[in-house]
């Protein structure tokens, strides 16, 4: 293995883990309406538990409100049943073939829990960033070990993985912002 892959890996591993983080992020509920917020709910479809987007159609009303328009007409109760046995909180209304999810208004309290929660998450995310930048400063000590690069080799590698761990951290912490910021728009 040499630098060159030792750094790709390196960053392409730390892409990962923000990509996760991401992700993770858009399962926290904030007082806008989020069609993603529905990707976690899965309901029964000939037998098989499938996501809601495979049964339907999730769109945006308006900025507080979800539709589910389900392709075929026998689904609509069990969708509407499998988001509200959901541990999401959300109340669905049949109207028609339309289902409705409209956003409850989150009390000031939750909304502080929710930014601790987003903050413990953009913890995690840093943690593994920077685990995967001391498992690739190992490898790159160990090549020097195994004298395949020069000691100034060795210095330049781990500066730029120094600048890969900043960068993706500075992405993690402007997310977690910008999440906190979501949810504590009133």
Do not use: C
Not at 32 to 45: C, Q, W
Not at 79 to 90: H, N, Q, V, W, Y
Not at 122 to 144: C, P, Q, T
Not at 167 to 185: H, P, T
Request: charge should be neutral; proline fraction near 3%; hydrophobic fraction near 40%.
């Amino acid at each position: 293995m040499s630098i060159v892959e030792v750094k790709q890996n390196a960053e392409q591993k730390m892409q990962q883990s923000v990509d996760s983080f991401k992700n993770s992020l858009t399962k926290i509920r904030t007082g806008r309406a989020n069609p993603g917020l529905l990707d976690t709910v899965h309901v029964d479809y000939y037998g098989s538990m499938v996501p809601i987007s495979q049964v339907a159609n999730v769109s945006l009303l308006d900025a507080r409100t979800i539709s589910v328009s389900p392709w075929e007409k026998g689904m609509g109760a069990k969708i509407e049943k499998a988001i509200r046995d959901s541990d999401l909180g959300l109340n669905p209304a049949a109207q028609g073939d339309l289902i409705r999810v409209p956003m409850p208004a989150m009390t000031e309290e939750r909304r502080k829990e929710l930014t601790k929660v987003v903050r413990a998450e953009g913890e995690h995310a840093k943690v593994a960033v920077r685990n995967l930048r001391r498992d690739a400063n190992e490898g790159v000590k160990k090549l020097l070990k195994e004298k395949l690069v020069s000691e100034d080799d060795e210095r330049r590698a781990q500066d730029e993985i120094q600048k890969f761990t900043d960068r993706f951290i500075a992405e993690v912490d402007k997310l977690v912002a910008g999440k906190e910021q979501d949810i504590m728009a009133v």
